[in-house]
């Protein structure tokens, strides 16, 4: 089996070596443009073999894992030159503008268009790990518009490396991303800003920082690159999610100037059923 990487950092790379461990004969062929990145993946035993787009034609399946503004310039290049019978998957955080962009694509069928929602806050080849996507969901959007043997393709291999899988459609997927996985993003980046502004002096900030800092503010370490183009196809959920956040700060502020305690208990003790709610799903 063929397997194309473009893109080989966390997620790329985290499924190039899941798949080596769970299909031994699989070959794995690294594309990205950042040669360095190559020659990293290389040597940690990410990839078998450096590729280019002019090989796609012997690919079984691709796997296209780079920032969400470059798989709408990518992803059609990728279909056109692939075999009819090649399996063609993104993994990006957003999946609105994706899908619309292949709508019409001649071979929208080879596309299956996936959110596996697991990751860390680091990225490129080195942040690459193996079973990332074990007991986590994989979001398909549209599944009806891929022809149905590369979707059972598909699907074999997320259940092989243990993943459970969501069917939504592309604007839904988005607008409850946007909620779960958009706004921590940004609350945690605007936390460490603020915190970073405050205090100059960033020694003090790392001694006084207790796990609950520390946990909070990880999504902060996220790349911009990465992110920016995400936050800019959702641009209209985000803003929504910002909202309604906004209200929440501003709310418990005028609580707080109103001396209003036992309000603010009531409000974070509600709050508390998110532990319920997070263990159900597990
Ligand atoms: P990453 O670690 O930064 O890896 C992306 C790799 O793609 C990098 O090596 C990057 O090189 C390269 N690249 C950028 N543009 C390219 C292009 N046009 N052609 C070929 N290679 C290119 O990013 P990631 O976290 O794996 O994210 C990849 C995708 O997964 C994104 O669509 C993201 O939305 C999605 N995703 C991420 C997470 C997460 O938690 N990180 C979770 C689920 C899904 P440079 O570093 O030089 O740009």
């Known amino acids: 089996m063929n397997v194309f990487i473009i893109g080989i950092g966390l997620i790329g790379g985290s499924m190039a070596l899941d798949i080596q461990e769970k299909y031994p004969k699989a070959k794995i062929y690294g594309i990205d443009t950042k040669e360095a990145h190559l020659d990293e993946a290389l040597k940690l035993g990410v990839?078998?073999?450096?590729?280019?787009?002019?090989?796609?034609?012997?690919?079984?399946?691709?796997?296209?894992?780079?920032?969400?503004?470059?798989?709408?310039?990518?992803?059609?290049?990728?279909?056109?030159?692939?075999?009819?019978?090649?399996?063609?998957m993104d993994v990006g955080s957003t999946k609105e503008l994706i899908c619309k962009t292949l709508e019409k694509h001649p071979k929208r069928r080879n596309f299956l268009a996936t959110h596996p929602i697991a990751g860390t806050e680091f990225s490129?080849?080195?942040?690459?790990?193996?079973?990332?996507?074990?007991?986590?969901?994989?979001?398909?959007?549209e599944v009806e518009k891929t022809a149905f043997q590369l979707q059972e393709k598909a699907l074999g291999i997320f259940a092989t490396l243990g993943m459970r899988i969501r069917y939504m459609d592309a604007h839904s997927h988005d607008k409850h991303i946007a909620y779960v996985s958009h706004l921590s993003h940004i609350s945690s980046f605007m936390l460490g800003k603020t915190v970073i502004e405050k205090e100059q002096n960033e020694r003090d900030i790392f001694d006084m920082a207790g796990s609950g800092f520390e946990s909070t503010v990880r999504l902060a370490k996220s790349s911009p690159?990465?992110?920016?183009?995400?936050?800019?196809?959702?641009?209209e959920n985000v803003i929504e999610t910002l909202e309604k956040y906004i209200n929440n700060l501003e709310e418990f502020k005028s609580l707080m100037q109103q001396d209003k305690f036992s309000e603010i208990f009531q409000k974070m003790k509600s709050t508390n059923h998110i532990k319920q709610i997070l263990n159900g799903i597990k």
Not at 54 to 80: C, F, G, R, T
Request: aromatic fraction near 6%; charge should be negative.
């Open 47 to 88: 990839i078998h073999q450096k590729s280019s787009f002019k090989e796609l034609d012997k690919a079984e399946i691709v796997i296209v894992s780079i920032p969400v503004d470059a798989q709408i310039e990518v992803l059609p290049k990728v279909l056109n030159i692939v075999n009819d019978d090649t399996l063609v």
């Open 124 to 141: 490129g080849p080195s942040a690459a790990i193996k079973g990332l996507f074990k007991d986590k969901t994989n979001i398909i959007c």
């Open 225 to 235: 690159a990465m992110w920016t183009p995400i936050f800019e196809q959702n641009k």
